[in-house]
T-cell receptor, first 117, second 110 residues
Framework: GAGVSQSPRYKVAKRGQDVALRCDPI?????LFWYQQALGQGPEFLTY????????KSGLPSDRFFAERPEGSVSTLKIQRTQQEDSAVYLC???????????????FGPGTRLTVL | AQRVTQPEKLLSVFKGAPVELKCNYS??????LFWYVQYSRQRLQLLLR??SRESIKGFTADLNKGETSFHLKKPFAQEEDSAMYYC????????????FGRGTSLIVHP
């Protein structure tokens, strides 16, 4: 079956532009996570959804970052007024259970590479 | 706060040689630890988790609470093992926010 998909795969934005990154999780997966991965670093948690509810947005770096999952499936990460420091790979992951860890694995998408000029 | 340290940015070995990718962590509780792998042009995927105590693709990792380490080992490296490897930690108590190390790039030469 299809895995987690993300679009676009690459995005170049001029500083100050708004961008929207899409994530299609595996069908039926309850949990959805967004991560930011800067060059040479590991992924860093941004936000977490359980179905349509955003239960944790503690990792969002500023109020320019906004995420939604209105129908509990597809999710969009929006970045307003992009800055150069927003340049990174944005990863989406989904998990079948209410969380992940010992009993549930999270499945990652291919990521969206955002470059802000 | 927890931290995961992967001291080697790059590890280069020859085919058939043993390989050990180091992972040290700092956390006061009982963590769940994972190794993730990303092959070239592929997505990040789970390699193994300490709780399952299994060997995947010949790799093993033992949690050493005394040394706070979770090193990944393989006795005989293969060229197809070349990839980026990330160690990750989940805090105890139902946390879902992982802490990842910065990753180690493993290159296995023929």
């Amino acid at each position: 079956g299809a895995g987690v998909s993300q679009s676009p795969r690459y995005k170049v934005a001029k500083r100050g532009q708004d961008v929207a990154l899409r994530c299609d999780p595996i069908s039926g997966h309850v949990s959805l996570f967004w991560y930011q991965q800067a060059l040479g670093q590991g992924p860093e948690f941004l936000t977490y959804f359980q179905n349509e509810a955003q239960l944790d947005k503690s990792g969002l770096p500023s109020d320019r970052f906004f995420a939604e999952r209105p129908e509990g499936s597809v999710s969009t990460l929006k970045i307003q007024r992009t800055q150069q420091e927003d340049s990174a790979v944005y990863l989406c992951a989904s998990s079948p259970g209410q969380t992940w860890g010992e009993t549930n694995e999270q499945f990652f998408g291919p990521g969206t590479r955002l470059t802000v000029l | 706060a927890q931290r995961v340290t992967q001291p080697e940015k790059l590890l280069s070995v020859f085919k058939g040689a043993p390989v050990e990718l180091k992972c040290n962590y700092s956390y006061s509780g009982s963590p769940e630890l994972f190794w993730y792998v990303q092959y070239s042009r592929q997505r990040l995927q789970l390699l193994l988790r300490h709780i399952s105590r299994e060997s995947i693709k010949g790799f093993t990792a033992d949690l050493n609470k005394g040394e706070t380490s979770f090193h990944l080992k393989k006795p005989f490296a293969q060229e197809e093992d070349s990839a980026m490897y990330y160690c990750a930690l989940l805090a105890s108590g139902g946390s879902y926010i992982p802490t990842f190390g910065r990753g180690t790039s493993l290159i296995v030469h023929p």
